[in-house]
Nanobody, 114 residues
Framework: VQLQASGGGLVQAGDSLRLSCAAS???????ITWFRQAPGKEREFIAT????????NYLESVKGRFTISRDSAKNTVYLQMNSLKPEDTAVYYC?????????WGQGTQVTVSS
């Protein structure tokens, strides 16, 4: 599967952004996860949604601010990010996983100014 992440940009603290991860095939085959990587830091888990779409999980620090969802008809997973903080600045990546295979999309830059 090919993944296309988009929706990043430069915003101010407190603003919102919605990231999209568009897949080239049915996302119901995959668990989709968002990660981010800030300069000089390791890539970290942000949020995940199961292949069924019924289960989600979040990094503790983004709970209540970020929401992961999907539109199966569009083969797209979204990450709605509200109340953005400067510490959310990073390159955001989506990752698709199924049995014996996983795939990364290219990143999209999110920059939050104070």
């Amino acid at each position: 599967v090919q993944l296309q992440a988009s929706g990043g940009g430069l915003v101010q603290a407190g603003d919102s952004l919605r990231l999209s991860c568009a897949a080239s095939e049915r996302i119901s085959r995959y668990t989709i996860t968002w990660f981010r990587q800030a300069p000089g830091k390791e890539r970290e888990f942000i949020a995940t949604i199961s292949s069924s779409g019924s289960n989600t999980n979040y990094l503790e620090s983004v709970k209540g601010r970020f929401t992961i969802s999907r539109d199966s008809a569009k083969n797209t997973v979204y990450l709605q990010m509200n109340s953005l903080k400067p510490e959310d600045t990073a390159v955001y990546y989506c990752w698709a996983r199924r049995t014996l295979a996983d795939y990364w999309g290219q990143g999209t830059q999110v920059t939050v100014s104070s």
